[in-house]
């Protein structure tokens, strides 16, 4: 933690030297979130953003279930908050398996105009807090609250190549306090992601997450994470819908435990809505 907070004094410090004199890229991404993951954005001092994510269920079934409309869903509510232009706070709750989550989010570096700063760098933390029942956590006379508790940290790159791409690329830290006998409680990985402007306010836009690490059983393994979809922005909302092959929402879960295949066509539908106020 010591190492995290140098490096964000740090480059706050070099950020500080471009301040008076640069103009910073703007809209690298249309929002905070680009499907489940963050960007480098975060909302103007004194936004709120009411984030609204659904995951319908596995397409598989076909028209049985409406291609998975019909199926068991998950769904987050949640409000990210500007207290400056830099710095976001967020609380969420998520359906399955019932995580409180409140995260953190800074713009350390931000890409200038002029090409001095080429990049721009974000760093994020969340904690979450499972409220399932006690069993859920282990066995009873071994259970403390901490075990409910999960973590991810990223430090979050990224550039605007021009009006029309944005790329992004994080690497990634887990932690879970209480995992099932086979998993591991550190685990860390990569994730990327990016945005092309097709015309008007009309984007494709896609996510990739692979946990770099190995279970301690190799049949908990987790699978790639891959998401496809497609965004509508305007001043206040930005609409996305899209394809995944993970119905878990949260970093915590999705890294650690996705087990879809996208290779083998295990996909689901999903949407989100973001409103700004």
Not at 151 to 165: D, G, P, T, W
Not at 222 to 251: C, M, R, S
Request: glycine share 10%.
């Amino acid at each position: 933690m010591k190492k995290i907070l140098t490096l964000i004094v740090l480059a706050f410090c070099i950020n500080a030297g471009f301040a008076q004199e640069e103009d910073y890229v703007v809209r690298s991404f249309e929002t905070s979130a680009l499907v489940d993951n963050q960007t480098v954005t975060t909302p103007y001092k004194g936004m709120i953003e009411l984030q609204i994510q659904h995951r319908f269920g596995p397409v598989e079934n076909g028209l049985t279930d409406l291609f998975g409309v019909y199926a068991p869903s998950n769904i987050r509510m949640g409000l990210n908050y500007g207290i400056t232009d830099k710095l976001m706070v967020s609380l969420g709750t998520t359906k399955d398996y019932k995580p409180v989550d409140a995260a953190i989010k800074y713009a350390i570096l931000q890409q200038t105009e002029s090409g001095k700063m080429p990049v721009s760098l974000s760093y994020y933390g969340s904690v979450s807090v499972g409220l399932q029942g006690d069993e859920m956590y282990g066995p009873g006379v071994e259970y403390r609250f901490i075990h409910r508790i999960a973590y991810i940290n990223q430090f979050i790159v990224a550039r605007k190549f021009s009006e029309k791409l944005s790329l992004q690329v994080a690497p990634t830290i887990l932690y879970l306090n209480s995992v099932e006998y086979g998993y591991k409680n550190l685990n860390y990985g990569i994730s990327a992601g990016g945005r092309f402007n097709a015309f008007g306010s009309h984007s494709l836009i896609f996510e990739f997450d692979h946990l770099l690490n190995k279970q301690d059983n190799k049949n908990f393994d987790a699978k790639p994470q891959l998401a496809l979809g497609w965004e509508i922005g305007t001043a206040t909302h930005a609409f996305q819908v899209f394809f995944a092959n993970y119905k878990g929402i949260l970093g915590q879960r999705n890294f650690v435990y996705n087990q879809n295949d996208f290779t083998k066509g295990d996909y689901l539908l999903g949407f989100n809505v973001t409103v700004r106020f």
